[in-house]
């Protein structure tokens, strides 16, 4: 019976090497139905495919058209680079271990089309706040206005809005009266100390320790309340704060994208939508007249470094 069970049952995917393989990346969309649609039939396909597989599943061209028996690897390794282009993935050399020492081959795979720059930001260490996505947002809807209307009266300024003005200094040295009412000081007054007040607030003193040292043994008749706070004020300020170093983040992981077609490392900003010149099919810089020998050189050169790439993914 359990083996009638186990028929049916799908096949787990293929694990690349620990280390290697899918990576996740980070604040994707929830997924959705409609996730790819705007992706041509192919592209959709191997996209929704990796972005079921777990992290760390191998995805290279080999194990994927093994996996899609619709498309061969040349298809594939077209569908992955049309992927990288609209922003859904990027590969990319990483140094991990203690020490970092260890260099492994990853892919990093985002439900959501990223830019150029999101992924840039993100090889740098640094998680964007801003979704840089491809796709355009929708604007935000505005008010309709129409001119033959009066704009609706500004509401007036109460004595609640007012209090929520005031700043914490404000109402420390506004409260010192209902701590001793030798001491009750008036709103020019406050406003005139309010700086002051404000630099004990900034070295970590609360307002009740402020009521409490500023009111801590006052004369019995106060002529100046206002004098005689700011005197107090000076006098009796405390030092500032003893900084406590932080410890040091640990470093940024040290990324390096490669070409998703061939492999060939460069900067992100070489490599817009993680291809290099030749995979983009923009020889414009190759030299002209270039000979046949020349050019077998160039396509062995690419069939090694194809064949190498296939080899460090299995």
Known sequence: MAAANLIGAPRPPAMASPGYGKRSAPDQAPRRRDDFAHLPEREACIASHIDRLPDGAAIDTKTLAATLPAYGQQAVRSGLNALSHAGHLRRVRE?????????VFRTYFSRTPRGDAWWAC???????????SPVAAAPRPTAEVHPDEEPPPRPARTEQTARTARSDAYEALAAL???????????????????????????????SDFARTITAGLPDVVHSPGALTRKRLIDKLPPEPV????????????????????????RPEALPGG????????????PLGATEVEIHARVERLRATLRTRERRRT
Request: net charge negative; with cysteine.
């Open 275 to 286: 291809l290099c010149r030749p995979c983009r099919g923009d020889l414009s810089d190759e």
């Open 122 to 132: 993100f090889l740098a260490g640094d998680v964007p706040d801003v979704v840089d």
């Open 177 to 207: 009266g209902r701590t001793d009412a030798r001491l009750t000081l008036s709103a020019a007054e406050c406003a005139a100390l309010e700086d002051l007040a404000a630099e004990w607030l900034a070295r970590g003193v609360t307002p």
């Open 95 to 103: 140094q991990v271990g203690e020490g970092r020492t260890q260099w």
């Open 243 to 266: 900084r406590i170093a932080r410890a040091a983040a640990p470093d940024a992981p040290r990324r390096l994208m490669e070409c998703t077609g061939c492999g060939t490392p460069g």
